[in-house]
């Protein structure tokens, strides 16, 4: 299969919703050659990252929009254009491999277009985009509802929070404290020849000039490093950890913060993880082992109590909730296309059920550090706000600390260059009794 065909395949499931790049990008990568892989990478991923952009400028040239049907196609037509104006491809190659990719959708009438459009762009496409630069989701290639949002919600901040959403991330780690420190593994790196510095805020965290293979980091294998963003990376440091104390992760895949609780804190009394599909608590069972550390996981719904739960209560509970991921765009590109405006009320509604049942689970004086990954107030500081305010007996813990912005609860961090993602934590105490 050819580089542009599988890119195009797995950017369609996408665009008609059936998955996201995450799940569909490694199956057709398993259908391409070695060599051609991270093309596949780059196409895919890139186009997501500029779709917003890369639409309305298709649109137009294009007499009507696309079916969901014909998902493929327009997918293989915006990565035909992010080659066009991103990439070093040679124009006529981006064209012809682009076409001649056609014919593995089986729809004959979609050369003609794809050619058609293409040419056109060509032709037209910088001075387009020039013509474009007033319209904001040109500009900042995010989804109007999305920049709006930002817009409103971060008047001084959203264009920066937009240009770094853009951007490559950083290829960031996590030293395992148990087996080294920061320091020393820097050490390792440069005897290596491995360009890297530490973090700004994480006394764990490397962040490595340029991204390699995870089997060129010294001892990986052995557990001596994970890849983890800064961002989360903060989480351990936040639960204030104590030998002997019973420590809840509640929807922990893919188990970062699971592994860095147990690094930071190696004599807890248990650990216990829990996440709603019991397949992703595979992946969480893979970093266990690699890092030789030990936790129980729990397949269930955090809501319902009786699926996992047995009665004793926590000293500390990790709520890494689901959320929009509106943080990490430059890692999931994808979201622009996938998330969508209604989303966030219902997710900030689930946000609030998992704190009213989790704080059951809590003992007294204990600590809940509630985290997402998104930039959006009404996911974070207002479900936090709404909760105290319901909540007799919780309390906002305060986070004294030089990175992110203090809301009104908690703490918002935007994504950095060459820095942290964007994230949220809030501390919340429960009163003893």
Same mark, same amino acid.
């Given at each position: 299969? %050819?580089?542009?065909?599988?890119?195009?395949?797995?950017?369609?499931?996408?665009?008609?919703?059936?998955? %996201?790049?995450?799940?569909?990008?490694?199956?057709?990568?398993?259908?391409?050659?070695?060599?051609?892989?991270?093309?596949?990478?780059?196409?895919?991923?890139?186009?997501?990252?500029?779709?917003?952009?890369?639409?309305?400028?298709?649109?137009?040239?294009?007499?009507?929009?696309?079916?969901?049907?014909?998902?493929?196609?327009?997918?293989?037509?915006?990565?035909?254009?992010?080659?066009?104006?991103?990439?070093?491809?040679?124009?006529?190659?981006?064209?012809?491999?682009?076409?001649?990719?056609?014919?593995?959708?089986?729809?004959?009438?979609?050369?003609?277009?794809?050619?058609?459009?293409?040419?056109? $762009?060509?032709? +037209?496409?910088?001075?387009?985009?020039?013509?474009?630069?007033?319209?904001?989701?040109?500009? !900042?290639?995010?989804?109007?509802?999305?920049?709006?949002?930002?817009?409103?919600?971060?008047?001084?901040?959203?264009?920066?929070?937009?240009?770094?959403?853009?951007?490559?991330?950083?290829?960031?780690?996590?030293?395992?404290?148990?087996?080294?420190?920061?320091?020393?593994?820097?050490?390792?790196?440069? +005897?290596?020849?491995?360009?890297?510095?530490?973090?700004?805020?994480?006394?764990?965290?490397? !962040?490595?000039?340029?991204?390699?293979?995870?089997?060129?980091?010294?001892?990986?294998?052995?557990?001596?490093?994970?890849?983890?963003?800064?961002?989360?990376?903060?989480?351990?440091?936040?639960?204030?950890?104590?030998?002997?104390?019973?420590?809840?992760?509640?929807?922990?895949?893919?188990?970062?913060?699971?592994?860095?609780?147990?690094?930071? +804190?190696?004599?807890?009394?248990?650990?216990?993880?829990?996440?709603?599909?019991?397949?992703?608590?595979?992946?969480?069972?893979?970093?266990?082992?690699?890092?030789?550390?030990?936790?129980?996981?729990?397949?269930?719904?955090?809501?319902?109590?009786?699926?996992?739960?047995?009665?004793?209560?926590?000293?500390?509970?990790?709520?890494?909730?689901?959320?929009?991921?509106? /943080?990490?765009?430059?890692?999931?590109?994808?979201?622009?296309?996938?998330?969508?405006?209604?989303?966030?009320?219902?997710?900030?509604?689930?946000?609030?059920?998992?704190?009213?049942?989790?704080?059951?689970?809590?003992?007294?004086? /204990?600590?809940?550090?509630? $985290?997402?990954?998104?930039?959006?107030?009404?996911?974070? !500081?207002?479900?936090?706000?709404?909760?105290?305010?319901?909540?007799?007996?919780? +309390?906002?813990?305060?986070?004294?600390?030089?990175?992110?912005?203090?809301?009104?609860?908690?703490?918002?961090?935007?994504?950095?260059?060459?820095?942290?993602?964007?994230?949220?934590?809030?501390?919340?105490?429960?009163?003893?009794?």
């Amino acid at each position: 299969m %050819s580089a542009r065909l599988a890119s195009a395949q797995a950017l369609g499931a996408v665009i008609a919703g059936k998955a %996201s790049l995450n799940g569909s990008l490694p199956v057709q990568l398993d259908r391409v050659v070695e060599q051609d892989r991270a093309l596949v990478q780059e196409l895919a991923l890139g186009t997501a990252r500029w779709f917003p952009q890369l639409e309305v400028l298709a649109n137009q040239w294009l007499e009507k929009p696309f079916r969901r049907a014909d998902s493929d196609v327009q997918a293989l037509l915006f990565i035909g254009l992010y080659q066009l104006l991103y990439m070093r491809i040679p124009e006529h190659a981006a064209i012809s491999e682009t076409v001649n990719a056609a014919a593995g959708l089986k729809k004959k009438w979609a050369k003609g277009l794809l050619n058609a459009v293409l040419r056109k $762009a060509q032709a +037209e496409g910088a001075e387009q985009l020039q013509q474009l630069q007033k319209d904001p989701v040109v500009v !900042t290639a995010h989804p109007r509802w999305l920049q709006k949002q930002l817009k409103a919600v971060w008047p001084e901040h959203w264009l920066a929070i937009c240009e770094q959403a853009n951007q490559y991330p950083p290829f960031t780690l996590r030293v395992n404290q148990q087996r080294i420190n920061q320091a020393d593994y820097l050490a390792l790196l440069a +005897e290596q020849g491995i360009a890297a510095k530490a973090t700004a805020y994480s006394d764990v965290g490397i !962040t490595l000039d340029k991204p390699c293979s995870v089997y060129e980091l010294p001892h990986f294998a052995e557990g001596w490093v994970s890849v983890q963003d800064e961002a989360a990376q903060l989480s351990a440091g936040l639960l204030d950890l104590h030998a002997g104390q019973r420590v809840l992760d509640a929807c922990c895949a893919p188990g970062g913060k699971t592994c860095h609780i147990l690094e930071t +804190e190696a004599n807890l009394q248990e650990l216990i993880a829990i996440d709603l599909e019991p397949h992703r608590l595979k992946r969480v069972a893979e970093n266990l082992e690699r890092l030789q550390l030990t936790a129980q996981l729990k397949a269930g719904d955090a809501r319902q109590l009786e699926q996992w739960w047995d009665g004793q209560l926590f000293d500390r509970i990790l709520l890494d909730a689901p959320c929009s991921a509106t /943080g990490v765009i430059r890692r999931n590109p994808d979201i622009k296309i996938t998330r969508q405006a209604a989303d966030i009320p219902a997710l900030a509604t689930l946000q609030g059920e998992l704190l009213d049942v989790l704080w059951q689970t809590l003992k007294p004086g /204990g600590v809940l550090l509630y $985290a997402t990954c998104s930039i959006l107030p009404e996911e974070n !500081t207002q479900v936090v706000e709404a909760f105290l305010a319901r909540t007799p007996g919780a +309390e906002q813990w305060s986070i004294n600390a030089e990175f992110g912005l203090e809301q009104p609860a908690g703490r918002q961090l935007f994504p950095q260059a060459q820095g942290h993602d964007g994230f949220y934590y809030a501390r919340l105490v429960k009163a003893a009794e």
